[in-house]
């Protein structure tokens, strides 16, 4: 195997919670609420068992080979040169996809906190990081998100806990009020977004302990992911109402503003900041690392340490040409990614697990 390292299955469980997390902390309000208006809350906690299934289904994909990863299995089921092709299409996403979350990072920090930094320089500082992480390899990248993991729960609850005194149910009115057609594409889309995001997984559950009870756990930690969006959305909803939560990309930091608690405990939103931009990190370090130990493992490389640094500066470019301005993001990008996080979530994992059972049976045949 190129990577040497292993990580423990607690550890995997932690990097599904953050990953699931991740970016959708902050945007997740927002993008639900565009299409159910007050009724996103639904639509969030119906989009959980429809998510879990899209994470099952991947694990389930994994368990043909356990200790191989997804370039190893398309390759096995597949064949070379199909199998190559179905690697490149993945390491495409991993590589977009990676760079679009570095320029997420940049636009959420530029807009809301360093209005007079220039961009570029804090996609630097982020890709040097993620560079550094990568570098040192997964066993290091899982061993942070255990020690940060208690400070981002941490986080979470005081903003849940802080702003329960300005719930209103009133807001959640008319229950099931919106258009059938915009639910349930809300629906769909708070369970794509979150868990389709999760293949990147897919290259790393080789290096990970596999006890008996492994999948349960990652299930478990997937679905404990998906009731604190939940809850975000919720909170959003009944704290904000529906029209500020739907023009307000970024919600959830709009939240901690509305935080005051006897004229002391108040404007603490460097906290929320500093929440998303954990969960972001190990979101993006996990595709970058997937891009790089895919590429060289398509490529045959002993190793992946000499594309870990071409890989920074590709992502580093990248970022800056995802999208001119943030509004060209939210406009553009955000609506349509959901058919990246299907396909790469639901469509190319069945097409494999098709073709796996179809071969078993004409070999048995």
Known sequence: MLEKGRISA????????????GDMILIIPAV?????????????????????????????????????????????ILGKWLGALMSCAYLLFFLLAGSTFIREVGDFLTTQLFQTTPIRYIHLLFVLILLWGVWNGIESI???????????????MVLIVCLIPQMDLERLKPILGSERLSFAHATLMSSVYPFGE??????????????????R????????????????????????GAYFTEHNIYS??????????????????????????????????????????????LLGLSTAKPLIIPTSFLMFGLAMMVAPNLLYYVKTI????????????????????????MKKKLKRG
Request: aromatic content about 18%.
């Open 252 to 297: 959830t930091y709009l939240l901690t503003q509305k935080i005051n608690i006897g004229a002391f405990l108040q404007r603490i939103e460097a906290l929320m900041a500093t929440a998303w931009v954990i969960s972001t990190f190990f979101k993006t370090v996990l595709f970058f690392y997937a891009f790089a130990v895919g590429t060289a493992q």
């Open 142 to 156: 899982a061993r942070s998100a255990e020690i940060l993991l208690p400070l981002f729960i941490f986080i979470c």
């Open 32 to 76: 639900v609420a565009s299409y159910a208006q007050q009724d996103g809350w639904i639509a969030s906690l119906l989009g959980m068992p429809i998510g879990l299934f899209f994470l099952w289904l991947m694990l389930h994909l994994s368990s043909f080979y356990p200790q191989l990863n997804l370039v190893q299995i398309n390759d096995r």
């Open 334 to 357: 955000v609506p349509y990614w959901i058919d990246w996080d299907f396909t790469y979530a639901f469509v190319l994992p069945m097409l494999l697990i098709v073709v796996y059972y």
């Open 217 to 240: 756990d990652v299930l478990l930690s997937a679905l404990c992911a998906a009731l604190l969006l939940f809850s975000l959305v919720f909170m959003s909803l009944t704290v904000l």
């Open 198 to 215: 999760l293949c990147s997984f897919l290259m790393i559950y080789p290096y990970a302990a596999k006890p008996s009870h492994r999948q």
């Open 10 to 21: 607690r550890q995997l469980t932690v990097l599904v919670f953050l990953s699931v997390v």
